[in-house]
Each structure stands twice: as C-alpha cells, then as structure tokens.
C-alpha cells in the first residue's frame, strides 16, 4: 500500500474535523472541563476502527496500522488541539506511549503490542517522569531488579513511582522508564499486574480533560520478554531517539491551539461593533492583537512542514530542529491565546467562550516535552557546536545563501534573514571570545534569538521557493507578505536582544564596534513599508475569516 | 446491478462570500466540500450495494482537484471513480455539463441506476441531472428523498408540494436526491481514507468520451448569466412593544391601515 498522499491527508482531517463537529460540542468540552474528566467515550470513538481509529496512524502498517508519516501525525495534531488539547493529549499519549517500542522493540514485541494496540484500540501512556527526574532524566529512581531462576533472567520486578503521566489513570498498556542492572530501560507493564497502582487524577489548571495521574510499582513482576528491545541500558537513547519527532507534534498542538483561539476572536471582532465600525475594521486592534499572531503561525507552520519532511528522510535526530519548532510554535500559540482574550475584552475572560479555556489549555505546551527553558538550552548547545566547529562561518554560509535568494525574490524578505543571520553570527563570536555563555540566562536568550532566526529563514525560503505549505489557508502572495514581515522583525530581535546580552553581560565592549558590527541600523533600515504589509495582512485576515 | 453516481466538488458555501461590488464568489481560503445533496445520493447508493451487492461507479467533472470528492466516495466505499478533466468542459452550464455526463455514462457502459444530487449548492439550478436523463434517454424521478432496489425495479419516495409520493420504476432510471434537513454526511474512518488510495480513478478528456466539442464550454451551452447579485437586505421591521391586549389592538390598527382586514 502506498504511504498516504496529500489528498488521503486532507480526507483523514475531514473525518476528524466532521466528527468533532458533531460529537464534540463546546457545551461538552465546558462540561468535562468543569467535572476534571477524561471523555473516554470520545477517545474510544475516536480509536473506533469505523468510526476514525486515529491511533492507526501510529501503528506501522505489517502490524494492521497505517504507518503514518510525520507529515500526516502532525497536521492530526494540530487538528486535534483545535477540538481540544485535552482528548489532543490524550490521544498523544497513545503516541507517545508506543514509541520506545517503535524505536527499540523486537520484531516479535512489536507483533505482540501494536497489534494488540491496533485491534483492541487500547490506551497506552508513557512513564518517564519522576519527582525528581523530569527534563533530568538521569535522576532516575524507579529500579527493575533482576527475577533469576535456574541461573537465568526470567523476569524484572519494578519499585518505584512516577508522576504527570498522561492517561495515566486510564491506560490499559504502560511503558515504563526503569534502572535496570545494566542501565536505564523501557519496560512494557499493563494494568492490572500486581503492585502496579494509579494515583488520582491531579487538579490542573488546563488539559483538564486529559487524566493525569502518578503511577506506583511495588516490587511488579514483569516477564523479560516485556524489556523492549531485550537489552538493557538502552532507555535513553530509545527515550532521545525520538525527541525531534515528539516535539514537533507538540510544536503542532501550539500551533492549533493558538490558531483557535485567534480565529474566534477575529470572528468575535467582525461583528463586535465599536466605535462606529466592527473591530475587526480597527487598524489598531489588528496590529496589536491579531495579525501578528497569524503571520507567526504560518511561520510555524513552515517551519513544521520543513522538519517533518526531513524527517521522514532521517526518520530520527533532528533534536534541535524538534526544539526549535516547540519553542517557537508553543511559545506563539500561548501568547496568542491571551491576546485572543485581551481581543475579546470582558467575554474572553468568561468561560462561556473557548478562548479561556484555550488559555489554560495551551499553556501546557509550553511545559510538557521539554519546558521552554529546556529547549532554549538544547537549541543553544546544538548551534553552538555548529558555530564553533565551523570557526563562527555558520550562519554566516547561510547569510550568503539568503543573499543570493534575495537577488532572485526581492519580495520574501530574504534581505533581513541575510541580515538577522550576520547579526547572530556576531553575537554568537562575542560571546564566545568574552566567555559570556558562563552566563546561564545568555544560553537560553541565545536559543531563543537562534530559534527565532530559524524558522524565519525557513519561512522566507519556503516562500522564495513559492511553496504554499499545506494546511495554509492564504495564498502565495499574503505568504510572501508574511514573510517579508516576519524576517524584519526576528532581524530586529536578534539583533536588539543580541547587544542587550552582550553589552549586558561584558560592559567591557566596545559599544560603537560591536553595534556597527550587528548593524542594527540596517536592519533597522528595512522597516520602511512594514506597517503598509501589516495592513494588507489584516485585510486578508479581514477576507478569509470573515462570516 | 451497476449505480452511477454523479457527484460534484463545490465551495462550502456556508462559508463562501459574494463580493457586493462584482457580485462574484470570493473563494479566497473556502474550503471545497462533496456536495451535500451528493453525499446523500452517494450514501443511499451505498446502502443499495450493502444489500443487492451492486456495483457504485462515481463520476465527476471537474479540474483535477475534483479528485478529493472521488477519493471520499471511494472512501465510503465507491467502486471505481471516473473523472471528467479537460479545458474543452470549462464554462460548460447545465445543459453542456449534462451532455458531457451523459457521453461519459455511455463509455462506462453497462448501467442500471444512475444517482445525481438534487442540485449542486453552488448553483442551485437543480436541471443537471434531468438533462443527463434527456441525453441518454431513460425516465427520471427528481426531489427523491429515500430509494430502495428491488430486482430490476427501484422504489422512491418522491417529495411533492404537500406530501410525497410512493413511485415504483423499472430499470434503467436516472433518480435525484434530496435530503432530509436532518441529514448528518457520514465520513470515512482514516484507514479507509488510506485504503482508497489503492482504487482506480479514471480521467477522461472530451476526446476519451467522444464528445462533440461544439457541444461543449461555452459554445456548447445555451445559457447566458447576466448578472450576478446578492438579494438586496430586507428593510428593517417596526418593533413594538406593550402589553399582549396593546399588541393585538396594535396589529388591528395597522391591518386594517394596510387594508389587510376590513
């Protein structure tokens, strides 16, 4: 069978969205928010191989799945968080839970689980966390101790707890991080094995309708043949193989997530009438509230695009493109969210509209797989390998690049990437010549300015090559409106936050130099037409969204 | 038994916009859907196959984007697809559409039942369906709200002012479907989205289906849009307000004023 085209894509995502159209009303999400209830009928349905049988997308396709491509997982999951972040998790959970036997299971583990996955449309969560071991996974506690009979191996028995694991309370299979012997390593453990408790369901502030719950193992007796990849020691590196990819699921949950709640208060501001006129007519209310969230998201979206398609060439790595997409999309979405109420005035700050509970809900994404802090640091020490290793030519190579495309396409804002790079290039050198990554907050400003560039490069590529990403709802040349933006403004952040923390951090520089240098001023000098842009965005906006 | 259905690719018009100033469609970011009259005859179509066995052909015109709604059908459960994609079919109306149906309904060949939507919501017009029937030359029941085959007849009921009748037909028969306004369209589950992928979707140019080009676009179609408008709004009603006897003395004042009662 072949892997599934863009038209099957676009098929999977109407079935979904027809189904939360009329299954999953606004009345019924409020509801289980307020109980602190997981809707298991919804996540059954939603497995229910007739009805949609999402989780199938997971589950290769010899083992009766659909062997679903990144591509099509992540537009499912932005989709997902735009009905709900919540049943989202929970379904990511799924995901999530399967994937260290998709990465280290035995052919026969494989057969055994992902059929019984597959067919008995079983929830499986993902027991990595501890109290003490969260982005930290190496302060690990829960053991699995050896079960010897006749001199051999015949089983493990776990003791130990772990805490905010989705579908925690809910789950039928578990796969579990435990030190083993030989080393850290995953174990499968299903519900109902003696000594294996589930903790209550925690009081969140958002996700309300995902169960999270801690997980207790008392001496649990698991047999061997339940160590995936019969090997031990081999957790981390199963734990970090996928990483790139989990995260660029979650950078599509901020992405959705935000989405939602900026498109209903654009459609709430076309017909809230103020001052004469509906807001959404308001230059002011626009620019401050709304346009710029949407020329970020299809940055994102770009930026999610490209990784995905890499990686199902690489199939696994790209650990720092995956952070950068989480922290940029999640980090985008969340403010979009509460500019969405701020939109919204009074009404937003209600739970009668989605916007507050999208706030909440949203929120997580920028905590679970990796906090922001935590990405900021991965993204900084995977480019600052780069730019030490390439004797700070980096991003200067990729300058260079966006010089030529700006000869070609003048209209993609390719001038101010070339610019913005030059300027990280700088700031990147100084801070390696005066020491100043000693400095902990330096390395997380760095991931951030290094993600912003990033994916503003990527977005202004994509644009330059005239490719639409998919999933867009603007057209080529709105795009190319966006990108031009997007690229003056993250040149300008780069290059401002670059001399704060530089000059910040080592007063002893040359500030005429070193500004000279990061040329602050010609990025500056880009700026002219940015409002006029701006504007035609929000007429777009204006265009597309309007009821 | 074989069923055609025809079917069509149209903007969601719960989301299309007319441009007040061209009295045109923006599309800009509509989303295109199966239309719904469409889906249901599909569906029905498929409850026939689910209980005679009979074979579902589905057939569209279209740019080579109309291939979604192919891939739907056959995603519910469609046989095969056919796909009529030339720049000869653009501009066609109603009537050159129909002829253009109807050549490709005579390549397929062997038929017994051919299913159309009511109309298409892009266009209202509701006469695609009657004029296939013209051109292949077989009877036609429209405004059918349910159908059920039965050996080599079918059984409809039809809507009609007031009621409906029950009509039982012989085959072939060309049958159009209205829905109910509780109709909910069913869409595939993801596996059999991805399964659909493997089933043959055929297109066709106006050459593949014999079509006389005259006969076709533009030249091939007798009608002329002049203008396109939306109504203008209706003007604002006068409220008022009082107790139920003030209301009711009120609305007597104002009948008997227009003449309405004496």
């Known amino acids: ?547 | 038994m074989h069923i055609i259905v025809c079917i069509k690719q149209v903007p969601d018009s719960t989301q299309v916009k007319v441009d007040p100033k061209t009295g045109t469609l923006i599309r800009a970011g509509v989303p295109s859907i199966l239309n719904p009259y469409d889906h249901f005859a599909l569906e029905k179509a498929l409850a026939i196959k689910a209980k005679t066995g009979a074979k579902v052909t589905v057939l569209s015109m279209g740019p080579q984007q109309a291939t979604a709604v192919l891939r739907l059908a056959l995603a519910l459960g469609a046989d095969e697809g056919v796909l009529l994609s030339a720049r000869a079919f653009a501009g066609s109306d109603t009537w050159a559409t129909a002829y253009a149906l109807a050549m490709a309904v005579k390549k397929i060949g062997q038929f017994d039942l051919v299913l159309c939507g009511q109309m298409a919501i892009d266009g209202d017009t509701a006469q695609t369906g009657p004029e296939m029937a013209y051109h292949l030359n077989i009877p036609q029941i429209t405004f059918c709200e349910s159908i059920d085959a039965n050996g080599n007849t079918v059984v409809v009921k039809k809507l009609i002012e007031g009621g409906h009748q029950i009509l039982q037909a012989d085959l072939p028969l060309l049958v159009t479907m209205t829905m109910p306004a509780d109709y909910v369209a069913k869409y595939p589950s993801f596996m059999a989205a991805h399964k659909a992928q493997d089933k043959l979707i055929r297109t066709w140019t106006d050459a593949d289906i014999g079509a006389d080009p005259h006969k076709l676009g533009l030249e091939g179609s007798p009608t002329r849009v002049d203008r396109i408008f939306p109504p203008p709004a209706r003007t604002k009603g006068e409220m008022f307000s009082g107790s139920d006897m003030e209301l009711a003395n009120k609305f007597v004042e104002i009948l008997k004023k227009e003449r309405v009662v004496k």
């Open chain 1, 1 to 547: 069978m072949a892997k599934n085209d863009l038209t099957t894509r676009n098929l999977m995502l109407d079935s979904l969205k027809q189904y939360a159209k009329n299954r999953i009303s606004f009345n019924l999400l409020r509801e289980y928010d307020a109980k602190n209830e997981i809707p298991l009928d919804i996540l059954k349905e939603m497995y229910d191989h007739d009805i949609l049988g999402v989780h199938l997308l997971l589950i290769p396709e010899e083992y009766g799945g659909l062997g679903g491509q990144t591509t099509e997982i992540y537009r499912v999951c932005e989709q997902l968080a735009r009905i709900d972040l919540g049943i989202a998790t929970g379904v990511f959970a799924t995901f999530l839970g399967s994937d260290p036997l998709n990465v280290g299971g035995t052919p026969e583990q494989k057969a055994k689980w992902f059929k019984k996955i597959a067919h008995e449309n079983k929830l499986v969560a993902y027991g990595a966390t501890e109290a003490d071991a969260g982005s930290d996974l190496v302060s690990l506690r829960t053991r699995a101790e050896h079960v010897i009979q006749n001199g051999k191996v015949v089983g493990y028995k776990i003791t130990g707890s772990k805490m905010w694991i989705s579908n925690g309370g809910v789950a039928d299979i578990y796969t579990v991080l435990a030190l083993a012997p030989g080393g850290p390593s995953w174990f499968i453990v299903e519900k109902g094995t003696p000594g294996f408790t589930q903790d209550v369901h925690e009081d969140k502030h958002g996700i309300r309708l995902s169960n999270t719950a801690g997980l207790a193992f008392d001496e649990v007796y698991v047999p061997a043949e339940n160590l995936i990849g019969l090997k031990e020691g081999q957790g981390f590196l199963q734990a970090q193989a996928v990483f790139g990819y989990t995260r660029l699921m979650v950078a599509a949950f901020g992405l959705g997530g935000g989405e939602e709640a900026v498109e209903t208060a654009l459609e709430y501001a076309g017909q809230r009438i103020q001052a004469g006129g509906p807001l959404s007519q308001k230059q002011g209310f626009m620019l401050k509230l709304i346009t710029p969230h949407y020329i970020r998201f299809e940055a994102a979206r770009a930026y999610i695009d490209w990784t995905a398609k890499q990686l199902e060439v690489n199939n696994h790595g790209l650990a720092t493109e995956g952070a950068i997409a989480k922290l940029y999309a999640t980090e985008s979405g969340n403010k979009a969210a509460e500019d969405a109420i701020q939109a919204m005035g009074g009404f937003g700050y209600t739970k009668e509209f989605a916007v507050e509970k999208i706030k909440r809900d949203v929120k997580i994404t920028c905590i679970y797989e990796g906090t922001s802090e935590v990405l900021e640091m991965t993204i900084f020490r995977g480019r600052w390998q780069e730019h030490l290793k390439s004797r700070g030519q980096y991003y200067l190579n990729q300058a260079a690049e966006f010089d030529a495309l700006h000869a070609q396409n003048p209209q993609v804002g390719a001038d101010s990437i070339a610019l913005g790079f030059r300027a990280l290039a700088r700031i990147l050198e100084d801070c390696r010549v005066n020491k100043l990554t000693r400095h902990q907050y330096v390395t997380f400003m760095l991931g951030d300015l290094i993600s912003e560039m990033e994916v503003a490069a990527v977005f202004t590529r994509q644009c330059a090559n005239k490719i639409v990403t998919e999933g867009s709802r603007f057209d080529l040349a709105t795009l190319c409106t966006m990108a031009r933006v997007n690229a003056r403004q993250s040149a300008f952040k780069t290059a401002g936050e670059g001399l704060r923390l530089i000059l910040g951090t080592c007063p002893a520089i040359n500030t005429a130099e070193v500004s000279q240098a990061v040329n602050l001023v010609g990025i500056e000098d880009k700026m002219r037409g940015l409002i006029d842009d701006m504007d035609t965005v929000s007429a777009k906006l204006r265009e597309i969204f309007k009821k």
